[in-house]
DNA sequence: ACAAATAGCGTTTTT
DNA sequence: CGCTATTTGT
């Protein structure tokens, strides 16, 4: 083993190698994008394992994803077959270790928790909060935004705990809550680590007590994360921490402001640096080098490489089109789909490069955020389940009774008295759920529990989605029944830990039919590009009001420029980047000064953005594709509430009058059209072409009169009525007369 | 019951 | 800044 750990050393260039090596007891390594640094993450595990003879047992492993997590312990696998996997125990993300401890060391009776306790998502926690507002019947001001109220609530100190800002009750309900979910056994993610950071504090020293602290990716700790760590260190680990202080994008939710020159005052820790850089070509480092913050060494090996290309089109439309035959251009030339990657600022830029992919036979992949919470079925039956398998979860059982898209639509009412008085024969599905762990034997496999809850009738066969329903349903039992059996647990109790574990929040549930074909351009925010490397990068979008978005201040401004910096470093040989002469969006027209700050000499501008006669034609067939698309699945996909956005955008884009007078628009230049028009641009709704406003609609109305149609769609109808001003109305449900 | 006043977003997302 | 949801005032 040691001479293989030789030859591991000797792949490594100095810095790295000095990293692993190192000796103090504290270190933080400054790495560099695509310096290597999970490799000296994984080596440096390997170095005091086998040199230092450190067991694998007395490491803590934190990382901030399940992902970078799996990928540590699967290529310490690799190079270990034979290594157990409960060595491996206090290797995970932070919460997950937490819970770990939680479970198996930390006295968390001490809270009023069993060693049972459940982990509840947020939502579910809100639930509680407002089930405890109507029993106590709280005093609560802005109840819509509850959920940041209380965050911030529960940040402030006992202290400070008087008179609350709008001379409410939130205190008294984060108080109350907090004895509730002790009461009710369940954490919250947030509570996983508060609680075990407070025991950390108390217990006895050797309950927790690992050798080493290994941290991945340290710049994204955040003030609780930073706590656990010192906790560790306090009784005696040692600390090795890696990351990137360029890389740091996620201050918004919480990562800790300079966290290099904390740790490095705190404990004293070396700080080492790996500058060299071996994914970019050295064109791509040198614009990178143009949004560095501080003046940090990113040296590259590679050769200079192609210019970045810099695209001007006219609209986020024209740029998907362009894309898909650039795409299928490079595609020809052998590059795989899979090398391939369009970034864009906003989660709803995404809808037009779909539309136009899929029309164009692109083969691509959106990575979407998606958890078992956001699909509406999923959701109801881990419910389900978790009513089932502890009988004491009154609100799961309240919650699946009472849904009304699936099981027996009972009134909330009823609901509650049937669960509270938990007597049998008033419905089946419940009488069903309190027999789970009773008939759990025989229930061998996804199938079998399936028919045992009669979901065929439950999951509501006549809604549209009936299928999809129970298939995902079926793939999450099938999970489950798989984690059990790898457990090798007792089948109530395997399923028990499954639903409660934070494992299931990060499992891919749903994503197992995507991952079957690789060859996929991937479409995704500069955000989600993070940690990833592609070949061919295409940022998307580069207009002043998207990359950077317009932010209040300096911090703001200021990780917009380390966004950016993260996105161009995901390229290794290609990278263009294009902006719009006509955004539709909250962007400026014309170029980002992220692009003027980039030297000359590595860009290759790209002005011409010809007429392409076809395209509005072309532009037409995909709205007109998109719209019978979204009529036919309205209800099926649940990200839909977040695609309804960049819909209502279009309707109000010029585009839609274009497409309503087709003959008129087609000869046009798109940009001229709404240059040569300035009327149209002066006009209080610019959807409606001239024609149309001179023959005006009217309306007439029971209540408020007679008014003017100032939009109008297949479901809704806008109208301003003399007195009243504008207001709309639904279509079918309105009694609404043509004049 | 309606109108005026006020608060606080806006985007990015993991556990 | 401009919009929306909610609270407060009449």
């Given at each position: 083993m040691e001479l293989y750990f030789e030859k591991e050393l000797d792949r490594l260039n100095?810095?790295?190698?000095?990293?692993?090596?190192?000796?103090?007891?504290?270190?933080?390594?400054?790495?560099?994008?695509?310096?290597?640094?999970?490799?000296?993450?994984?080596?440096?595990?390997?170095?005091?394992?086998?040199?230092?003879?450190?067991?694998?047992?007395?490491?803590?492993?934190?990382?901030?994803?399940?992902?970078?997590?799996?990928?540590?312990?699967?290529?310490?696998?690799?190079?270990?077959?034979?290594?157990?996997?409960?060595?491996?125990?206090?290797?995970?993300?932070?919460?997950?270790?937490?819970?770990?401890?939680?479970?198996?060391?930390?006295?968390?009776?001490?809270?009023?928790?069993?060693?049972?306790?459940?982990?509840?998502?947020?939502?579910?926690?809100?639930?509680?909060?407002?089930d405890l507002i109507r029993q106590h019947k709280l005093k609560i001001k802005y109840k819509n935004r509850l959920k940041k109220r209380l965050e911030s609530a529960m940040a402030v100190r006992e202290a400070e705990k008087?008179?609350?800002?709008?001379?409410?009750?939130?205190?008294?309900?984060?108080?109350?809550?907090?004895?509730?979910?002790?009461?009710?056994?369940?954490?919250?993610?947030?509570?996983?680590?508060?609680?075990?950071?407070?025991?950390?504090?108390?217990?006895?020293?050797?309950?927790?007590?690992?050798?080493?602290?290994?941290?991945?990716?340290?710049?994204?700790?955040?003030?609780?994360?930073?706590?656990?760590?010192?906790?560790?260190?306090?009784?005696?680990?040692?600390?090795?921490?890696?990351?990137?202080?360029?890389?740091?994008?996620?201050?918004?939710?919480?990562?800790?402001?300079?966290?290099?020159?904390?740790?490095?005052?705190?404990?004293?820790?070396?700080?080492?640096?790996?500058?060299?850089?071996?994914?970019?070509?050295?064109?791509?480092?040198?614009?990178?080098?143009?949004?560095?913050?501080?003046?940090?060494?990113?040296?590259?090996?590679?050769?200079?490489?192609?210019?970045?290309?810099?695209?001007?089109?006219?609209?986020?439309?024209?740029d998907a089109c362009y894309l898909a035959a650039r795409m299928k251009k490079l595609h020809e030339e052998g590059i795989s789909y899979g090398e391939m990657a369009v970034f864009y600022r906003l989660q709803s830029q995404s809808k037009i490069f779909e539309d136009v992919f899929l029309r164009e036979g692109i083969p691509f992949e959106v990575s979407l955020k998606k958890t078992v919470g956001d699909v509406p079925v999923l959701k109801w039956c881990i419910r389900l389940l978790r009513f089932s398998l502890n009988t004491k979860d009154t609100a799961s059982g309240i919650y699946v009774l009472s849904s009304r898209e699936y099981g027996e639509g009972i009134s909330g009412k009823k609901a509650e008295e049937i669960v509270r008085a938990g007597q049998p024969g008033k419905s089946l599905l419940f009488d069903r759920m309190c027999g789970l762990v009773e008939n759990c034997r025989e229930l061998g496999n996804e199938e079998e529990l399936f028919t045992y809850f009669e979901l065929d009738r439950y999951?509501?066969?006549?809604?549209?989605?009936?299928?999809?329903?129970?298939?995902?349903?079926?793939?999450?039992?099938?999970?489950?029944?798989?984690?059990?059996?790898?457990?090798?647990?007792?089948?109530?109790?395997?399923?028990?830990?499954?639903?409660?574990?934070?494992?299931?929040?990060?499992?891919?549930?749903?994503?197992?039919?995507?991952?079957?074909?690789?060859?996929?351009?991937?479409?995704?925010?500069?955000?989600?590009?993070?940690?990833?490397?592609?070949?061919?990068?295409?940022?998307?979008?580069?207009n002043h009001g998207l990359i950077p978005l317009r932010t209040g201040d300096m911090e703001g401004e200021e990780e917009e420029r380390r966004l950016f910096f993260v996105g161009i470093t995901r390229a290794k040989d290609h990278l263009e980047l294009s902006y719009y002469m006509n955004p539709q969006e909250r962007a400026d027209p014309g170029e980002s000064r992220y692009i003027r700050m980039i030297p000359p000499r590595l860009l290759e501008h790209d002005e011409d953005i010809g007429p392409a006669v076809s395209l509005q034609e072309l532009k037409r067939q995909v709205q007109e594709q998109r719209r019978s698309m979204t009529a036919g699945c309205l209800e099926q996909s649940p990200g839909q509430s977040l695609e309804q956005n960049p819909e209502q955008s279009l309707e109000q884009n010029p585009e839609q009058s274009l497409e309503q007078n087709p003959e008129q628009s087609l000869e046009q230049n798109p940009e001229q059209s709404l240059e040569q028009n300035p009327e149209q641009s002066l006009e209080q709704s610019p959807e409606q072409s001239p024609e149309q406003a001179k023959q005006q609609k009217l309306v007439r109305h029971s209540r408020y009169g007679t008014g003017v149609v100032v939009n109008e769609d297949e479901t809704m109808l806008e109208a301003e009525f003399e007195g009243y001003g504008k207001k709309e109305f639904i279509k079918a449900f309105s009694e609404l007369e043509y004049i």
């Open positions: 100095p810095y790295q190698r000095e990293a692993v090596l190192d000796e103090s007891p504290a270190c933080v390594v400054n790495a560099n994008v695509g310096s290597g640094k999970t490799t000296v993450l994984i080596t440096k595990i390997q170095y005091l394992h086998h040199i230092k003879k450190v067991g694998y047992e007395d490491m803590t492993v934190l990382t901030f994803t399940n992902k970078a997590a799996d990928e540590i312990k699967s290529r310490l696998l690799a190079a270990e077959p034979e290594l157990p996997a409960d060595k491996l125990r206090g290797f995970g993300t932070f919460h997950s270790t937490a819970l770990y401890y939680l479970r198996e060391f930390l006295p968390v009776e001490d809270l009023g928790y069993s060693k049972e306790f459940l982990v509840i998502d947020p939502e579910e926690e809100l639930e509680l909060a407002y008087k008179v609350s800002k709008y001379q409410d009750d939130i205190y008294e309900l984060a108080g109350l809550l907090k004895e509730e979910k002790a009461k009710q056994d369940k954490m919250t993610f947030f509570d996983l680590l508060e609680n075990a950071n407070f025991l950390l504090k108390e217990a006895e020293q050797k309950s927790v007590s690992p050798k080493w602290v290994i941290i991945d990716e340290v710049q994204d700790s955040d003030t609780q994360q930073l706590v656990f760590t010192d906790r560790l260190i306090s009784r005696g680990a040692s600390l090795f921490a890696v990351g990137d202080p360029n890389q740091v994008i996620y201050s918004w939710r919480g990562s800790a402001f300079q966290i290099f020159y904390t740790l490095k005052h705190k404990y004293q820790a070396k700080e080492l640096t790996l500058p060299i850089n071996y994914r970019s070509s050295t064109s791509i480092l040198e614009a990178a080098r143009c949004f560095l913050q501080n003046g940090s060494p990113l040296t590259g090996v590679r050769e200079p490489g192609s210019k970045i290309i810099v695209r001007r089109q006219y609209d986020a439309f024209q999951l509501n066969p006549v809604s549209a989605s009936f299928h999809e329903d129970s298939d995902a349903v079926r793939r999450l039992f099938g999970i489950m029944y798989a984690y059990v059996r790898e457990q090798q647990a007792e089948r109530a109790s395997g399923m028990r830990e499954f639903v409660n574990s934070s494992s299931l929040y990060g499992s891919d549930v749903l994503r197992e039919d995507i991952s079957r074909q690789e060859d996929r351009v991937k479409l995704m925010t500069i955000h989600a590009s993070k940690g990833l490397e592609f070949s061919c990068v295409f940022i998307t979008g580069v």
